[in-house]
């Protein structure tokens, strides 16, 4: 059966606009709208009663405050409506959940249902993990606090007191002392007094005489107090108490100056008596003396206030010492009250001499030594080339005490060394290692030995001296060690040893030492530990390895006929290029720690004679040689330790004559740059732009790039 045509026309889909469906919708919304405000109101509006009477008076506040209640009656209500809708909802959720625990169950043992008790089963497991952990912890903790009361119980363990702060130094004190104030020195008015002109024959600006004022004074107050004894009958002091008490008045008024305007003196015009408080401080700043320790006596201003003898100082004299350097002011004090001294002062400063004046005046006031005592001073140093030399510089002062001296080192015969020491010595100057065969082969004995130096301590320590050195002091006799009380008094009768340290840098493992051989010692540091002599001026050139040798051929060139050290790494580099600068007709020779003693003497000799002037050499001749006159230091290949580097340019600029050194440095020695840097802004001299720019310049090796920066973080400004 056919439908009609029509049915197909009305069948078809009618596409309505938006408008269209707006426009039929709008009643439906209206009749919405009409019955959401009449709900709204039914709600709101309160019931309608009888209204009574109004009365003759009406008072609005009474229907503001009716209004008030109907409205919190309304928030009341909705408030509860609102607690019974919570508690519907959940209960229906409490209901959903157990019916779908049910049907979980009607179904059997399924998927769900393994699911859920596995989610159950690791719940709990977790929560017997954390409550174990919890039970762990508080066993351990007790544990803990059962060992420290067993401890305090049975050791004697000290309870932690409370730091009491005094009231000084909790406050600050701002008040100046008088012999701080330093406005004389600044003002010319004062430093420039105008003279005093005596007029009319006596006193001085005006006629007036201030002593003869005083004088007048005094007279005059005794006649009033005798008229005034008079007057009240009292009696007459004893005639010799008037004449005792009138002779101390004169002598008053006779010693009475005026006061004088002018500027204190320097100290240096000032005698030992006349030195103030003030003075010694003025005086160690100027030489940058710093001392730690208690008990520490002045430091010289001369030698003739050294109270040194005659004899040494005619020798001191005679080596052209003429004046004292800083260490020598401050530690020659020291060694001649025996106290153990740890000296910390820059390269080429005069630690020798330091050392080994207090020693001699030490070794003087013994009786003769017997030749199978052994020596009575011992000085350890960590190269053979820096024990020959203190023996040089020893030897200068010794010849006129008649005191011998001996030098134990490798690279020569021990026979003849063992020799020397069995017909006798005052003084033995030593390394470690060969000192320790002398001792085991007993060649020598240290029974008699007070007096020891070690000279260069870290740099033995670097060197892997330790056990050497611990071995050499440990043979000594530990009876005339001083007492661990510094305020027991020493006992006249006997001898203390007397033990010194001397070095540029003060690492952990010399601390160690010092703190298990050396009793109460004095700490002398000058100037920065650490830090090169302002004669040194420094210059450091970023370059590529390919360019050194042109570099180093220029300024070998440049300089002519002076001096020059050329600082290599590895023995290999020296053997190399010494033969090349030989081959470009340089004086040159090498040494390094390879070659016999022989060899070792004869290049240094030659240096020193200027039978060559460019020395090749490996850091072991970075420390305590002292070769006079060296005009230029050059880092041909730098070192990774600013120590290393510090020591090596300390070969010029000694003596107080000024020097150069010229590093050069590769993008293989970053880890250096931080404290290269640190030293060069420190020492005001150039920074290149590449080492100032470069990322390992701005934190140290081993520490955290981008961490904010501590408080005890030292930050140098370059102004």
Not at 174 to 202: C, I, K, V
Request: aromatic share 6%.
């Amino acid at each position: 059966m056919k439908r009609s045509a029509s049915w197909l026309e009305t069948a078809k889909p009618v596409f309505v606009t938006k408008a269209e469906r707006e426009r039929r919708q709008a009643p439906a919304v209206a009749d919405r709208r009409h019955s959401a405000a009449d709900l709204f109101r039914s709600l709101h509006q309160p019931p309608l009663l009888p209204s009574p009477t109004p009365p003759s008076s009406f008072n609005p506040s009474l229907c503001n405050s009716a209004y008030r209640d109907s409205s919190d009656r309304d928030r009341d209500r909705d408030r509860r409506h609102d607690l019974d809708r919570d508690r519907r909802r959940d209960r229906y959720d409490s209901s959903c959940r157990d019916r779908g625990k049910e049907r979980i169950r009607e179904r059997g043992p399924g998927r769900d249902c393994h699911r859920e008790r596995e989610q159950d089963r690791d719940g709990e497991r977790a929560d017997r993990n954390r409550e174990k952990d919890r039970l762990e912890r508080m066993a351990e903790r007790e544990r803990e606090k059962e060992l420290e009361a067993i401890k305090e119980q049975y050791l004697g363990c000290k309870k932690p007191k409370k730091q009491v702060i005094k009231p000084s130094e909790k406050f600050r004190s701002f008040d100046w002392e008088n012999t701080e104030d330093t406005s004389r020195d600044m003002n010319t008015l004062y430093q420039l007094p105008h003279e005093a002109r005596p007029l009319f024959g006596r006193g001085f600006v005006a006629g007036m005489d201030r002593r003869e004022q005083k004088k007048a004074a005094a007279q005059h107050e005794k006649k009033i107090r005798a008229e005034l004894r008079h007057r009240t009958g009292a009696e007459d002091r004893m005639e010799d108490d008037d004449d005792l008490v009138g002779k101390k008045n004169a002598a008053a008024a006779d010693s009475y100056d005026t006061f004088d305007m002018r500027v204190d003196r320097h100290w240096s015009e000032k005698s030992l008596a006349e030195m103030t408080e003030r003075d010694w401080r003025i005086f160690r700043e100027d030489f940058s003396i710093s001392y730690k320790g208690s008990r520490v006596p002045r430091p010289m201003r001369s030698w003739s206030e050294s109270n040194l003898g005659a004899e040494l100082l005619l020798a001191v004299e005679g080596a052209g010492y003429r004046k004292p350097s800083p260490i020598q002011m401050a530690a020659i004090p020291l060694g001649l009250s025996q106290r153990d001294v740890i000296g910390i002062a820059e390269t080429g400063s005069g630690k020798t001499a330091a050392f080994v004046l207090p020693m001699m005046s030490y070794i003087a006031q013994l009786p003769p030594i017997s030749d199978e005592n052994g020596p009575y001073a011992l000085v350890l140093a960590p190269t053979r080339e820096l024990a020959q030399q203190i023996e040089e510089e020893t030897v200068k002062f010794a010849n006129c005490l008649g005191i011998r001296v001996v030098s134990v080192v490798g690279g020569q015969q021990i026979e003849g060394q063992a020799l020397k020491l069995k017909q006798g010595c005052e003084i033995v100057i030593a390394t470690p290692g060969r000192l320790l065969d002398c001792l085991e082969s007993r060649y020598a004995v240290l029974n008699q030995c007070n007096y020891v130096v070690l000279d260069e301590a870290d740099r033995m320590i670097d060197m892997g001296f330790e056990p050497q050195v611990v071995a050499v002091l440990d043979a000594m006799p530990s009876s005339n060690l001083k007492p661990e009380n510094e305020d027991e008094k020493l006992d006249e009768r006997r001898i203390y040893r007397t033990t010194c340290m001397f070095s540029a840098t003060m690492p952990p493992a010399v601390e160690r030492l010092a703190r298990k051989y050396l009793r109460h010692p004095v700490v002398v540091t000058i100037g920065t530990p650490g830090k090169a002599t302002e004669l040194i001026t420094q210059n450091v050139m970023m370059v590529k390895e390919s360019e050194k040798k042109f570099l180093l051929h220029k300024m070998l060139r440049e300089l002519g006929d002076k001096t020059a050290i050329v600082f290599c790494n590895t023995r290999e580099s020296v053997g190399m290029h010494t033969k090349d600068l030989a081959n470009k007709g340089f004086r040159v020779m090498g040494i390094h720690g390879g070659k016999s003693q022989a060899k070792r003497d004869i290049s240094l000799d030659g240096f020193r004679n200027r039978h060559c002037n460019v020395l090749v050499a490996t850091d072991i001749l970075a420390r305590g040689i002292d070769v006079p006159d060296v005009a230029h230091v050059i880092n041909y290949e730098m070192h990774n330790s600013i120590e290393i580097y510090t020591h090596r340019i300390g070969r010029t600029g000694r003596a107080g004559k000024k020097g150069v050194a010229t590093s050069f440095l590769t993008l293989e020695n970053t880890d250096i740059f931080f404290d290269l840097k640190q030293m060069l802004i420190q020492s005001n001299s150039p920074v290149p732009p590449e080492l100032a720019r470069h990322e390992a310049s701005r934190f140290r090796p081993g520490s955290a790039p981008g961490r904010p920066p501590r408080r005890n973080d030292t930050v140098f400004a370059n102004r």
